[in-house]
């Protein structure tokens, strides 16, 4: 499986934007898409993820009720929409794949290469 993000920009605090993540190959069941985001001179952060089979999801308390992760079976697609943008959310945010929805990093085995989000007046 590969992936590759897309969807980043330069927003004004307050604004949204919508990432999409596209996988290229099969994506099981047992798959669950994240996102992860990592600020300059800071560790990279779980911001949320999704189960392939049941779309369950789950959010870092940071973006809940702020961000929202859905999915596209049939484009085999995850998207992250963003609202009430603040400062604090510039990142780069990168989507992975793995086999539970971890907010560990490395417990994820397939890595988009990340699109840069800039919230910014």
């Known amino acids: 499986v590969q992936l590759v993000e897309s969807g980043g920009g330069l927003v004004q605090p307050g604004g949204s934007l919508r990432l999409s993540c596209v996988a290229s190959?099969?994506?099981?069941?047992?798959?669950?898409i994240a996102w992860f985001r990592r600020a300059p001179g800071k560790e990279r952060e779980f911001v949320g993820a999704?189960?392939?089979?049941?779309?369950?999801?789950y959010y870092s308390n940071s973006v809940k009720d702020r961000f929202f992760i859905s999915k596209d079976n049939a484009g085999n697609t995850v998207s992250l929409q963003m609202n009430s943008l603040k400062s604090e959310d510039t990142a780069v945010y990168s989507c992975?794949?793995?086999?539970?929805?971890?907010?560990?990093?490395?417990?994820?085995?397939?890595w988009g290469q990340g699109t840069q989000v800039t919230v910014s007046s």
């Open positions: 992975a794949v793995g086999t539970s929805p971890s907010y560990i990093a490395t417990e994820y085995f397939r």
């Open positions: 190959g099969r994506l099981f069941s047992s798959h669950v």
């Open positions: 999704i189960r392939w089979s049941n779309s369950r999801t």
